[in-house]
Nanobody, 124 residues
């Protein structure tokens, strides 16, 4: 059973930074594409970023390009999301996700395993 546990969320002022972490277990981590998604109240869950098993390719939604960076450490079974220049519209619950894929495609489709989420709140 795949288990994903997010951490690092919190309250930050506009322009500040946070680093989210996702610790994975129950999977062969270096055979999985990993991703981050977020959901704000009253809105649909939104793709944020993905990273392939070897870190050769990443993908970002347009609204976070240049501000967020996804990375992974396969030796630690951990994926990160560095969030800089945060805006109030980034406020959401952030979810870690995983899908088994050895492809070098960073597609946001097909994720089947999800963490419980961590709250990020950005004050104006």
């Amino acid at each position: 059973q795949v288990q994903l546990v997010e951490s690092g969320g919190g309250l930050v002022q506009t322009g500040g930074s946070l680093r989210l972490s996702c610790a994975a277990s129950g999977l062969t981590f270096n055979t999985y594409t990993m991703g981050w998604f977020r959901q704000a109240p009253g809105k649909e869950r939104e793709f944020v970023a993905t990273i392939t098993w070897s870190s050769l390719r990443t993908s970002y939604t347009d609204s976070v390009k240049g501000r967020f960076s996804i990375s992974r450490d396969n030796a630690k079974n951990t994926v990160y999301l560095q969030m800089n220049s945060l805006k109030p519209e980034d406020t959401a619950v952030y979810y870690c996700a995983a899908k088994r894929s050895l492809s070098q495609s960073a597609s946001a489709q097909g994720f089947g395993s999800w963490g419980q989420g961590t709250q990020v709140t950005v004050s104006a």
